[in-house]
């Protein structure tokens, strides 16, 4: 489900398109959308939504299955391609790279982004997103960001290995990271760029947006995964967010 916003576009490949057009919710990624439903519930009001870095529609269907009136928006071809033939009554649309004018201001009770964050390197950039994202919500909307922990590119995981990039311990806010995801065919290293939460805090300042809630989920024995690090350090972080 990682997606890139941001030049180069890897993720326009069709070889890895397909690859992660594959995956669903389970391993690793599982955690990332198993409080979901209870987050929305508590915190939205309203049908309207709008999930941005949408690549292959997984996330899109996930809204449309809680009952949502979802449109999910991506700059890659290959990917939406993926998406319209896994949803062909679905709403995806195109976008340029950081272009969102094409939207209509204040008119999604929920934008949701599933890792697209991960893979935008500028701090500057980051914020310039949120904050027209922040535009896009409707009064007491509300948009929740998922995106991967610092700590996920240092252990090892039920879907994901970084035993190979041991540089990933050193690196600091905004510098690339490597990891492989193991739960699909393509085996070559996903490139991200590494954010820690006070990284978050400083750009959800800056962009208008307040910090309502923030969740860390981690595995429970008896679910029916054999957890490895999943079980003591959270892969994922899930931030709550309105407009100031």
Same mark, same amino acid.
Not at 147 to 162: C, Q, R, V
Not at 168 to 180: D, K, L
Not at 197 to 217: I, K, M, N, T, V
Not at 239 to 244: E, N
């Given at each position: 489900?990682?997606?890139?916003?941001?030049?180069?576009?890897?993720?326009?490949?069709?070889?890895?398109?397909?690859?992660?057009?594959?995956?669903?919710?389970?391993?690793?990624?599982?955690?990332?959308?198993?409080?979901l439903p209870a987050i929305i519930a508590n915190n939205v009001k309203g049908r309207a939504a709008l999930d941005f870095g949408c690549g292959a529609g997984r996330s899109t269907r996930f809204l449309k299955q809680l009952g949502f009136d979802a449109t999910g928006i991506d700059i890659s071809p290959s990917m939406l391609a993926m998406a319209r033939k896994a949803d062909p009554h679905g709403s995806y649309r195109l976008i340029d790279e950081g272009d969102l004018s094409g939207l209509a201001r204040r008119s999604?009770?929920?934008? +949701?982004?599933? @890792? =697209?964050?991960?893979?935008?390197?500028?701090?500057? $950039?980051?914020?310039? %997103?949120? !904050?027209?994202?922040?535009?896009?919500?409707?009064?007491?909307?509300?948009?929740?960001?998922?995106?991967?922990?610092?700590?996920?590119?240092?252990?090892?995981?039920?879907?994901?290995?970084?035993?190979?990039?041991?540089?990933?311990?050193?690196?600091?806010?905004?510098?690339?990271?490597?990891?492989?995801?193991?739960?699909?065919?393509?085996?070559?290293?996903?490139?991200?760029?590494?954010?820690?939460?006070?990284?978050? +805090?400083?750009? @959800? =300042?800056?962009?208008?947006?307040?910090?309502?809630? $923030?969740?860390?989920? %981690?595995? !429970?024995?008896?679910?029916?995964?054999?957890?490895?690090?999943?079980?003591?350090?959270?892969?994922?972080?899930?931030?709550?967010?309105?407009?100031?």
């Amino acid at each position: 489900m990682k997606k890139s916003l941001s030049t180069p576009n890897a993720y326009n490949d069709a070889q890895r398109a397909a690859a992660y057009a594959a995956l669903e919710l389970r391993g690793t990624y599982y955690l990332a959308f198993r409080d979901l439903p209870a987050i929305i519930a508590n915190n939205v009001k309203g049908r309207a939504a709008l999930d941005f870095g949408c690549g292959a529609g997984r996330s899109t269907r996930f809204l449309k299955q809680l009952g949502f009136d979802a449109t999910g928006i991506d700059i890659s071809p290959s990917m939406l391609a993926m998406a319209r033939k896994a949803d062909p009554h679905g709403s995806y649309r195109l976008i340029d790279e950081g272009d969102l004018s094409g939207l209509a201001r204040r008119s999604f009770d929920l934008i +949701l982004s599933t @890792f =697209a964050f991960d893979n935008i390197p500028d701090a500057a $950039r980051r914020v310039g %997103l949120l !904050r027209s994202l922040r535009e896009l919500l409707s009064g007491q909307g509300r948009m929740i960001l998922v995106g991967s922990a610092a700590e996920i590119y240092t252990h090892e995981w039920l879907s994901f290995t970084t035993q190979q990039f041991v540089e990933n311990r050193e690196a600091r806010s905004g510098e690339p990271v490597r990891i492989v995801l193991t739960d699909v065919a393509d085996p070559r290293p996903i490139v991200d760029f590494i954010w820690f939460h006070e990284d978050y +805090l400083q750009a @959800f =300042a800056a962009a208008g947006l307040e910090l309502l809630e $923030r969740h860390q989920p %981690l595995g !429970r024995v008896g679910e029916p995964y054999p957890w490895r690090a999943e079980l003591s350090v959270a892969p994922w972080v899930i931030y709550v967010l309105g407009a100031r």
